[in-house]
């Protein structure tokens, strides 16, 4: 059979070690996620309005709001994930128990496509065919781990919390101090935050750190800049 998709990475320590930078990845940008709209919301509402109740209650509501959105969403996207790699691995087993031979050959020859020589391919895969013939053809053919299949709960508490985490800064940062500080300070804490996190994206995918670094900034400046007016305009008007 063909291969399946390269999925959940093929066992070895340079697939775990992507994984984990894919994890770390992914966490940054939820952070990010959560400094953008959260500081967009607060300095929107700031601009409208001097309550510092009125502006807590919008931060933490669409801090709720933005973490359950990421956590659900999350979830859902894994667990289709999830229900895809197995599906793939049943199929692999009823092939292997139907086309044992079949599949030997194939095992073989996706492991001669990777620099083997044709008759040490061959007998790798009898060996790793002897082992364990659905793992290999799982890390091989499917690049699945079978022992490591994506959890949609471990996804959705990882976003949820780090959407959070980053929604936290603009939000102290916008109740703590005095309603004359209060824009500058959560606008100086904000663009310093994505500076961080512009960085660390870009460390993480061996990108230059100042183009990300222009583009997070330039975004999250941009966000707040609208909201603000936006909150000012209706602030007057109402």
């Known amino acids: 059979m063909d291969a ?37 919301l607060v300095v929107g509402v700031a601009g409208a309005t001097t309550s510092r109740a009125a502006i807590l209650a919008a931060g933490v509501a669409g801090l709720l709001a933005g973490s359950l959105s990421m956590a659900a969403g999350e979830y859902v996207s894994v667990s289709s994930q999830r229900d895809s790699e197995r ?23 996706l492991l001669a ?3 083997l020589s044709r008759e040490v391919a061959r007998e790798a895969a009898e060996q790793l065919t002897e082992r364990d013939a659905l793992r290999a053809h799982a890390r091989v053919e499917l690049g699945i781990n079978p022992d490591e299949l994506a959890n949609p709960w471990h996804a959705a508490f990882a976003s949820f919390v780090a959407f959070t985490v980053g929604a936290l800064l603009p939000l102290l940062a916008i109740v703590l101090p005095g309603p004359s500080a209060r824009v500058p300070v959560t606008v100086a804490a904000v663009l310093g935050a994505l500076t961080l996190c512009g960085v660390l994206s870009a460390r993480l995918g061996g990108a230059p750190p100042v183009r990300a670094v222009l583009r997070n900034v ?21």
């Not at 087993?93 to 599949?103: D, F, I, W």
């Not at 609208?226 to 209706?234: E, F, I, K, R, S």
């Open 4 to 40: 399946h998709g390269s999925g959940g990475g093929d066992g070895s320590p340079s697939a775990d070690i992507s994984t984990r930078l894919n994890w770390l990845r992914a966490g940054v940008l939820g952070a990010n996620d959560g400094i953008i709209s959260t500081a967009g």
């Open 87 to 109: 599906a793939a691995l049943d199929m692999e087993r009823r092939e292997l128990a139907e086309e044992p031979e079949a599949e030997l050959e194939e095992l073989a020859d």
């Open 113 to 115: 496509a990777r620099g």
């Open 218 to 238: 330039a975004g999250g400046a941009l966000a707040m800049a609208v909201t603000y007016a936006v909150g000012t305009w209706l602030g007057t008007a109402t």
